[in-house]
């Protein structure tokens, strides 16, 4: 279960990176509401991680 967990989250990861990486080469007018949606993951993640390696010990 931890290595599916892994992979997810890896995954996870390198969607929002290549979301950061898309919009500063696009450069979107709408990027400010862009990038609030990416932090929000990227918070929602680092969340995620930090509960399941507390119950992982």
């Given amino acids: 279960m ?5 992979v997810l989250i890896r995954g996870s990861e390198k ?5 950061r990486l898309f919009l500063a080469a696009r450069r979107v007018k709408a990027s400010a509401h862009y990038y609030a949606k ?6 929602l993640l680092d969340e995620h991680q930090g509960r399941s390696e507390r119950l992982a010990v």
């Fill in 38 to 43: 990416i932090e929000r993951e990227q918070r």
């Fill in 2 to 6: 931890s290595d599916l967990r892994d």
């Fill in 15 to 19: 969607i929002i990176d290549y979301c």
